[in-house]
C-alpha cells in the first residue's frame, strides 16, 4: 500500500470513526512485555553486533531503535528477497519476498538481543498481525526476526514461546523467525525519514507514539537523539 498522504487520510477518518488507533506498538500491551528468560549476556568489552527485524514500515522501526541505549546505528532496508528486487517500487508490490526491514547495529556490552528484541514486541510494532501493521498491508510489512547465528536463533524461538505461554497478547503471535540471507540498504530518503519529516501525518499518528511508548515504558533504554 502507498503511504501517500491522500491514502493516509482515508485511513485516518476511517480510524476517526471507529474509535480504533495504530499508534501503538503492540495492541492491547500498555506495560513492557517480560524480559526475555533466555539471552544472550552481555560481553565483558564493546562488542559491534547486528540484529534485523522487520514489524510494517520501516520508517517507525528504525525511529524507534534509534532512541535505544547501546544502539549504535539503525539502517532501513529490505530482507527476504533477492538483490535484484531490492528496491521501494518493487519491494511495494508485495510479490518480492522482501520485507520493510531494519539492521540494528548496537554494542553487546551495553544491550544484549534479548532487551532490543522485548523493545521489538512491546513497542514497536504488533506482532500478533498477520502480513500487515496498521495502515500498511501486505507481505512486505510482516512481522519478522532475520537471525544471524544459532545464539540468536535461540534466543528468538524462546521468547515467543514464553511470550505466548504467558498469554501476553489477545491474538497468536504471528512473528516469522527465519535466517537472515542478506540486508539491503533502502534507499537515501527513506534513512531516518522519521526524524526528517517529524510533521508528516504519517510520523505523527503511526510513528511518534512508538517513540513516546518507548520513553514512558524503557525510560532506563531511552535516550534522546
Known amino acids: 500500500m502507498s503511504r501517500s498522504i491522500s491514502c493516509l487520510l482515508v485511513v485516518l477518518f476511517v480510524m476517526a470513526i471507529l474509535g480504533v488507533s495504530f499508534s501503538s506498538g503492540g495492541e492491547g500491551v500498555s506495560t513492557p512485555v517480560p524480559a526475555a528468560l533466555e539471552d544472550l549476556p552481555l560481553t565483558r ?8 527485524i522487520a ?37 511495494s508490490t508485495g510479490e518480492t519476498g522482501h520485507a520493510e526491514s531494519v539492521r540494528i547495529t548496537y554494542d553487546a556490552s551495553q544491550i544484549t538481543y534479548g532487551q ?67 540486508f539491503y540498504p533502502a534507499e537515501a530518503y527513506h534513512q531516518n525519514y522519521a526524524s526528517l519529516h517529524p510533521n508528516n501525518p504519517y510520523i505523527v499518528y503511526n510513528d511518534a507514539p512508538k517513540v513516546d511508548n ?9 535516550m534522546t537523539k
Open 45 to 52: 568489552s564493546k562488542s559491534e553486533q547486528s540484529a534485523v
Open 55 to 91: 514489524g510494517g514500515c520501516f520508517w517507525g522501526i528504525q525511529a524507534v531503535f534509534q532512541h535505544v541505549k547501546g544502539v549504535m546505528n539503525v539502517t532501513s532496508g529490505y530482507s527476504g528477497g533477492s538483490a535484484k528486487t531490492a528496491e521501494y517500487e518493487l519491494v
Open 116 to 182: 532490543l528484541l522485548r523493545v521489538f514486541f512491546s513497542v514497536a510494532h504488533d506482532p500478533t498481525q498477520l502480513n500487515r501493521q496498521g495502515p500498511d498491508e501486505g507481505s512486505q510489512y510482516r512481522s519478522a526476526i532475520f537471525y544471524a547465528s544459532d545464539e540468536q536463533k535461540r534466543t528468538a524461538v524462546a521468547y515467543i514461546a514464553q511470550l505466548e505461554k504467558a498469554n501476553i497478547f489477545p491474538r497468536p503471535i504471528v512473528t516469522q523467525v527465519t535466517p537472515l540471507k542478506a
Open 214 to 222: 518507548l520513553r514512558r515504558q524503557f525510560p532506563n533504554l531511552y
